[in-house]
């Protein structure tokens, strides 16, 4: 089974600055996909950005992108300019591309973010 | 609007009794599951639904049951045989393929009395 790791439990930022939240994954697939859902108090997970492993450019979503390293199996979520809505936790997850495997995704146990005022 | 519910928002469930959670979407999507959120261990698949009368077990459905009688409905049974259940639950539904994105309903928090 796939595993997905996100190895900072917890990272602080000041508002207004840049943060990197790191992920990590393993596979022996070459086509899936890979996410950033972000989970504020409210606990209503949400897409932050999606990223298709045959694609080399990095996807970006305003003051979110990502920095997709294959070869690395490594998939980091930069915030610019970070506000105090970005408080929450961000959960990273993979998903292979392959229907008859269920379309089933794969969570890292999260990197929880505090916006510094 | 578009989008998933979940009811009931909170749940109190008694010992040796099984409770139902509610899972309802009008997107339109072919897919729904169900995972069990616990803190420090991100999200959990108990199961999921690809078409309507046909689901499959995820990692962790022991003491769970699930039907998709209608496509738009998906809900979770959490038996007695489950012995720790308080957890939050969080249902989301996808178009079943290979572009699928998950989108994820507000979530219901179970608690034991």
């Known amino acids: 089974a796939q595993t997905v790791t996100q190895s900072q439990p917890e990272m602080s930022v000041q508002e207004a600055e840049t943060v990197t939240l790191s992920c990590t994954y393993d596979t022996s697939e070459s086509d899936y996909y890979l996410f950033w859902y972000k989970q504020p108090p409210s606990r209503q997970m949400i897409l932050v950005i999606r990223q298709e492993a045959y694609k080399q450019q990095n996807a970006t979503e305003n003051r979110f992108s990502v920095n997709f390293q294959k070869a690395a199996k490594s998939f980091s979520l930069k915030i610019s300019d970070s506000q105090l809505g970005d408080a929450a936790m961000y959960f990273c997850a993979y998903r292979t591309r392959s229907y008859f495997t269920g379309n089933q995704f794969y969570f890292g146990t999260g990197t929880s973010l505090t916006v510094i005022p | 609007d578009g989008g998933i519910t979940q009811s009931p928002k909170y749940l109190f469930r008694k010992e040796g009794q099984n409770v139902t959670l509610s899972c309802e979407q009008n997107?339109?999507?072919?897919?729904m599951y169900w995972y069990r959120q616990d803190p420090g261990q991100g999200l959990r698949l108990i199961y999921y639904s690809q078409i309507v009368n046909d689901f499959q077990k995820g990692d962790i459905a022991e003491g769970y049951s699930v039907s998709r009688e209608k496509k738009e409905s998906f809900p979770l049974t959490v038996t007695s045989a489950q012995k720790n259940p308080t957890a939050f639950y969080l249902c989301?539904?996808?178009?079943?393929?290979?572009?699928?994105?998950?989108?994820f309903g507000p979530g219901t928090r179970l608690l034991v009395l």
């Open positions: 989301a539904s996808g178009i079943a393929g290979a572009k699928e994105t998950q989108y």
């Open positions: 997107l339109n999507h072919d897919a």
